[in-house]
């Protein structure tokens, strides 16, 4: 049966986020909905990411099998059903072999926080206004990509096998307002990135120092970090896939 990769970006501020689940309103029910919707067939999806409740995307991808013909034209027609703050970027036809979770081979997040109000930004980004030093969090970011245990970064009774993560890239960089930091690594565990940036920021304020972030990753044990962070700051910035898969997730491709 012919398999389809689904592109969307979607605001996360309304969802109790990505995966469905009963009795709460999430992106997969709706794009659920929407297939259902257009199609007058019901749809199985599996997604590549799970984002919790208020967290946002700019890239994520769903992937499903279908005998219907999904044409470009379908794109158009479903961004008319689902609501505003979810956009459906592209579906493409893949080999039926190809999974949106495990094909992926890494992913980014990006994490904002600004300083002074801000009524645009109050629900895609942090305000904290206290003084914070630059040179101090990336050498804590530095210090995080040396390292491949995260259990002290996963939040209680999560199913896996493995607190292990390959960071590749892991920065803070001010833009304007804003204060970003930019993570990429083979896979994350929940609450990672949260708990990464609560944690950092102590030491950007010099409330904890570079021994002591490094006593918390060594530590293995999640009550040592700090997971106050809220979500809407949070953005799954985009998915990379194997080089095999890249030619077919193109317009047209």
């Known amino acids: 049966m012919p398999r389809y990769f689904l592109e969307l970006s979607y605001k996360g501020t309304a969802y109790s986020g990505f995966q469905v689940q009963e009795n709460a309103h999430t992106i997969q029910g709706e794009i659920e909905k929407a297939l259902l919707t257009l ?13 919790d409740a208020g967290v946002h995307a700019n890239q994520n991808f769903f992937h ?7 044409l470009p034209k379908s794109i158009y027609n479903l961004n008319a059903i ?34 002074e109000k801000n009524p645009f930004l109050n629900d895609r980004a942090w305000q904290f206004p206290y003084p914070v030093d630059l040179e101090l969090l990336q050498e804590a970011a530095k210090t ?6 995260f259990t002290s970064f996963s939040k209680r ?10 960071i590749e890239t892991s920065e803070w960089v001010q833009e304007g307002p804003l204060l970003i930091y930019k993570v990429r690594a083979n896979r994350f565990l929940r609450g990672m990135v949260r708990g990464l ?12 120092d570079i021994d002591g972030l490094r ?8 009550s040592k970090a700090d997971f106050s962070t809220p979500a809407q700051g949070l953005f799954l910035n985009r998915v990379i896939y194997k080089d095999s898969l890249k030619p077919f997730l193109q317009p047209g491709g």
């Open 157 to 166: 009774n999560t199913q896996v096998k493995t607190f292990i993560c390959t």
């Open 144 to 149: 995080i990509s040396r390292y491949q245990d």
């Open 215 to 222: 006593s918390v990753i060594e530590a293995k044990d999640c």
């Open 39 to 51: 199609f007058k067939t019901p749809f199985d999806l599996t997604g590549s990411s799970r984002t």
């Open 197 to 208: 940036v609560g944690t950092m920021l102590k030491v950007g304020r010099e409330q904890l």
């Open 82 to 115: 689902v609501p505003a703050d979810i956009s459906i970027k592209g579906i493409y036809p893949v080999p039926d072999t190809a999974h949106c979770r495990f094909d992926a081979v890494s992913r980014e997040y990006n994490y904002f926080i600004y300083k």
């Open 64 to 70: 499903f099998d279908s005998e219907t013909a999904i």
